[in-house]
């Protein structure tokens, strides 16, 4: 039996050979496939993607709360600016003092919490449940607030500068509005940018 060795002389081919090009396209996707799984897994599964854990400097590490209950813990003071506490069910929790700037808390339940003096600067904290809140001398610039709930909110001194509110919430919160931020040193009312004075509550 002879066998032929092909050369470059041969001028090869892999249109001369159906099986051999259709086995080549199969594995090219098969790679391709494996490649999409393998990313798709990583950035969906929480643990390899890292959302249980942010690396907040050389040896420290910041838990992640994403859709957590934490009711009733206590944060006070802490810096969780690399966390996140999106759907988190956090009612009746203390975070005073906090730092959370640029994270995102989407979705959360922060109802009855002490968010006093807490810096919200820069987050993402659309339909947020802040019903009955203590939002006094809170940093809020720039925060993304659309969809969410102030009802009950105490809001003396919160900046509120460039805060995305709905309407409706902006002129209820502007009813309330009061006080000066001790950090900014902007008022609630300019920071609502609230028309005219504050309005007086009838007598009883």
């Keep these: 039996m002879l066998i032929k060795f092909f050369d470059k002389r041969d001028n090869f081919s892999l249109d001369r050979f159906p099986l051999l090009m259709n086995?080549?396209?199969?594995?090219?996707?098969?790679?391709?496939f494996s490649l999409s799984f393998?990313?798709?897994?990583i950035f969906v599964n929480p643990v390899l993607a890292g959302a249980n854990v942010a690396v907040k400097g050389e040896g420290d590490e910041v838990p992640s709360y994403v859709r957590s209950d934490i009711t009733g813990f206590d944060f006070h003071g802490e810096d969780l600016h690399l966390s996140s506490i999106a759907g988190a069910v956090a009612r009746d929790a203390d975070f005073s003092n906090v730092d959370l700037h640029g994270t995102t808390l989407t979705l959360s339940d922060l109802k009855g919490s002490n968010l006093n003096g807490i810096d919200l600067t820069d987050t993402l904290s659309d339909r947020v449940n802040f019903q009955k809140t203590d939002?006094?001398?809170?940093?809020?610039?720039?925060?993304i607030a659309s969809g969410s709930s102030f009802a009950g909110a105490q809001i003396e001194g919160a900046d509120f500068t460039f805060a995305i509110l709905d309407s409706e919430d902006q002129r209820n919160l502007c009813k309330i509005a009061d006080g000066v931020n001790p950090t900014t040193g902007v008022s609630t009312r300019a920071s609502l940018e609230c028309r005219g004075d504050k309005p007086t509550t009838p007598a009883a």
């Design 23 to 32: 086995f080549d396209q199969l594995f090219s996707k098969l790679i391709k």
């Design 38 to 41: 393998l990313i798709l897994f």
């Design 135 to 143: 939002l006094r001398n809170a940093v809020l610039i720039n925060m």
